[in-house]
Structure formats: C-alpha cells, structure tokens
C-alpha cells in the first residue's frame, strides 16, 4: 500500500485555469504538508496542516488555497493558474507537528505545467 | 539568516568508488538534520536523521553520515557506491521547536560511471 499519494501525477494546464491537486496518507499521522519544487530542484515548503488546523503558511499567493477535509487529506487548490506556477508539486505527512523529531513521509509528486 | 548549503552541485563518481556529499548549516541553535534522496521522477526518500547521541549515523542504502558540530556540518558518506545510487540527494534541517519546518538545500545530483 502506497503510504502518501498524490493524484494526479501528471497535469498540464493552461494560464488562467483553476486546478486542484489531491494527497492522501494511510499512516495515521497528524500533520501533512505541500511542498514545491521548481526547476533548479530546489524545495520549499508552502504550507503545513496538523489535525486539520493550519500552521505553516507560507509566503505563497492567495491563488493557492489549501484544503484538509480530514487529517489524512491534504488538497491544493490553485486559481488562475500562471506560467511560473509550473514546477513539482509534493505531499508529505509526519506523525507529529512538534520538535521535528518525526520523519516527513513524502508521495511521489504531481508535475504541473502550465503553458 | 538560517540556511542550508550543499557546495557540490553535480558529483560524478565511478561505481565501486567512496562517495562523500557535503552538507553546512547556518543556524541559531543545532537543528535537526535529515539525508533525504530522489531517485529520477520520485518522491524524496529519507537516509537518515540526526537528533542527538552519536554523532556518526547509520542510514538505509549502506550510507551514513557524521555531524560535526565546530563545523556545522553533516556530511553523508557512502563506502562503496553502486549504480542505483544515482541520484538528487538533499540535506534538510529542522529547528528543534514546535515549528517544524524542514528547509532544504539546493541538493546535489550523482552520477555513478560503469
């Protein structure tokens, strides 16, 4: 069983467009998290939800909105897409929020190009 | 300002050779620090972790790496690489709060020649 995955894995899309992408974690764990990954590879973390409350935001555009339904879902949803939105875009859960002393459990990434 | 630099952007090594990536951290207080992987088109792989303890550690895949605090450093060492070993390797830390936010350097890739 896949521990964290993202759908789709793929996504090409148009400027302009709104679309979502979904993440889901069968371990059990608290806290979930998006993370980017633009074309040099760098990462940066963009937002992180622990029981489904809010508590890393970012400084990301308001274009991006995300949701968790529950604690094992984690949503990005992304409005008026544009060019420099393009890059890989990845999930994550650990079992706790607190002191980093828990493992970040990553899925596979979703590409996302926007032309 | 906290940060997070991997010197060697592109490291190509022969199969069967020592491999060592090179990792320094700026940071007001030791964080917790991280090896994680990337095979080409995966997600990232944890190696290994430090927290605390024993300054040389043990990862999965044969490789470990040591923390040296004077240097701020945690360099990952692999004795002996193999060809699947081909790939982004990042150095994460993470500050030891409630805040985890893990922050990555920019990763170094590995090439392993026949």
């Known amino acids: 069983d896949t521990a964290v995955s993202q759908t789709p894995k793929y996504l090409v899309t148009q400027m302009g467009n709104d679309k979502s992408i979904k993440c889901e974690q069968n371990?059990?764990?608290?806290?979930m998290y998006w993370y980017k990954q633009d074309s040099k590879k760098f990462l940066k973390i963009m937002f992180s939800?622990?029981?489904?409350?809010?508590?890393i935001n970012e400084t990301v555009p308001n274009r991006f909105s995300p949701k968790s339904p529950d604690k094992a879902h984690l949503n990005l949803h992304i409005n008026s897409l544009e060019l420099g939105d393009s890059a890989v875009y990845f999930c994550?859960?650990?079992?706790?929020?607190?002191?980093?002393?828990?493992?970040?459990?990553f899925g596979p990434g979703t590409r996302l190009t926007v032309t | 300002a906290q940060s997070v630099t991997q010197p060697d952007i592109h490291i190509t090594v022969s199969e069967g050779a020592s491999l060592e990536l090179r990792c320094n951290y700026s940071?007001?207080?030791?964080?917790?620090l991280f090896w994680y992987v990337q095979s080409p088109g995966q997600g990232l792989q944890l190696l290994l972790k430090?927290?605390?303890?024993?300054?040389l550690v043990q990862g999965i895949k044969g490789f470990e790496a040591e923390f040296k605090r004077s240097q701020s450093s945690f360099n990952l060492r692999k004795p002996s690489v193999h060809w699947s070993d081909a790939a982004e390797y990042f150095c994460?830390?993470?500050?030891?709060?409630?805040?985890?936010?893990?922050?990555f350097g920019a990763g170094t890739t590995v090439t392993v020649r026949a």
């Open positions: 430090y927290f605390s303890g024993d300054t």
């Open positions: 371990l059990g764990h608290d806290t």
């Open positions: 939800y622990n029981n489904k409350e809010l508590i």
């Open positions: 994460a830390v993470a500050p030891r709060s409630n805040d985890y936010k893990l922050s």
């Open positions: 940071y007001g207080a030791t964080p917790y």
């Open positions: 994550a859960s650990s079992q706790d929020s607190t002191g980093g002393s828990y493992e970040q459990y």
